[in-house]
């Protein structure tokens, strides 16, 4: 039942190392070159790195979802060029292995869209289309509990900007919070909560790993959505 396979060579959670260019190239290279034979959805690269991005793409990918928000050398020139949809995500911090350290924020929300406002400006006199963008206010990346949990509750600040929003929310850590501290393998239920508040506040696009129980559980609450039940 997915509509996208995002496809990642290398770990952004809270405290990962980064691996170089030529390494993410030979892991991610050939999946997508397979996954593309077989399967007709669109597939995405993970990736931060813009030639790791031109490869992907050459090799069947039609998306790139960047968790630097287009900041690594060369990627926004690369994306504005190219024309390529793309995933502008938010995080705080340079980079996965320090984001978690003390993160703060006096308003989360308006960091965000401040962030997002500069971002789609600078793509914009790169000579990018804003308008095959999609963006990723970035759960778990640089964010404490109540923040993560305010972006989901506030999703519908960021519909100012006329573009689709993902959230990648499935089983992180707040939701572990929020559970009283059940681990990943235990948190589906608490996922499916998650995303279906982010659908009825706005997002378009949940990346998860439960695909089957999490699109039945957005379904219902598209449908909700539609009723104009939600204000």
Request: aromatic residues 8%.
């Given at each position: 039942?997915?509509?996208?396979?995002?496809?990642?060579?290398?770990?952004?959670?809270?405290?990962?190392?980064?691996?170089s260019?030529?390494?993410?190239?030979?892991?991610?290279i050939?999946?997508?070159?397979?996954?593309?034979?077989?399967?007709?959805?669109?597939?995405?690269?993970?990736?931060?790195y813009?030639?790791?991005?031109?490869?992907?793409?050459?090799?069947?990918?039609?998306?790139?979802?960047?968790?630097?928000?287009?900041?690594?050398?060369?990627?926004?020139?690369?994306?504005?060029?190219?024309?390529?949809?793309?995933?502008?995500?938010?995080?705080?911090?340079?980079?996965?292995?320090?984001?978690?350290?003390?993160?703060?924020?006096?308003?989360?929300?308006?960091?965000?869209?401040?962030?997002?406002?500069?971002r789609?400006?600078?793509?914009?006199?790169?000579?990018?289309?804003?308008?095959?963008?999609?963006?990723?206010?970035?759960?778990?990346?640089?964010?404490?509990?109540?923040?993560?949990?305010?972006?989901?509750?506030?999703?519908?600040?960021?519909?100012?900007?006329?573009?689709?929003?993902?959230?990648?929310?499935?089983?992180?850590?707040?939701?572990?919070?929020?559970?009283?501290?059940?681990?990943?393998?235990?948190?589906?239920?608490?996922?499916?909560?998650a995303?279906?508040?982010?659908?009825?506040?706005?997002?378009?696009?949940?990346?998860?790993?439960?695909?089957?129980?999490?699109?039945?559980?957005?379904?219902?609450?598209?449908?909700?959505?539609?009723?104009?039940?939600?204000?």
């Amino acid at each position: 039942g997915a509509d996208i396979l995002d496809v990642g060579g290398q770990s952004t959670r809270p405290g990962s190392e980064m691996i170089s260019a030529d390494e993410e190239l030979e892991r991610v290279i050939p999946v997508i070159k397979e996954l593309e034979k077989v399967f007709e959805v669109p597939i995405s690269v993970d990736t931060f790195y813009p030639e790791v991005a031109g490869k992907a793409l050459e090799a069947g990918a039609s998306l790139v979802n960047d968790v630097f928000g287009f900041r690594f050398d060369g990627m926004l020139d690369f994306i504005a060029r190219e024309k390529v949809s793309a995933v502008l995500m938010h995080m705080k911090g340079d980079s996965p292995k320090t984001m978690q350290e003390n993160p703060y924020y006096s308003d989360v929300i308006a960091e965000i869209s401040a962030f997002f406002n500069e971002r789609l400006d600078s793509f914009e006199k790169a000579g990018g289309d804003v308008e095959k963008l999609i963006l990723d206010p970035g759960i778990g990346f640089g964010k404490r509990y109540e923040d993560n949990l305010e972006i989901v509750r506030s999703l519908g600040a960021f519909k100012v900007f006329g573009r689709p929003i993902l959230i990648g929310h499935s089983r992180k850590s707040f939701i572990g919070i929020a559970l009283e501290g059940l681990p990943p393998e235990e948190r589906l239920e608490g996922t499916l909560s998650a995303g279906a508040i982010a659908v009825l506040h706005g997002a378009g696009i949940l990346r998860v790993h439960d695909v089957k129980e999490a699109k039945r559980a957005a379904k219902v609450a598209f449908e909700i959505k539609k009723k104009g039940i939600v204000h």
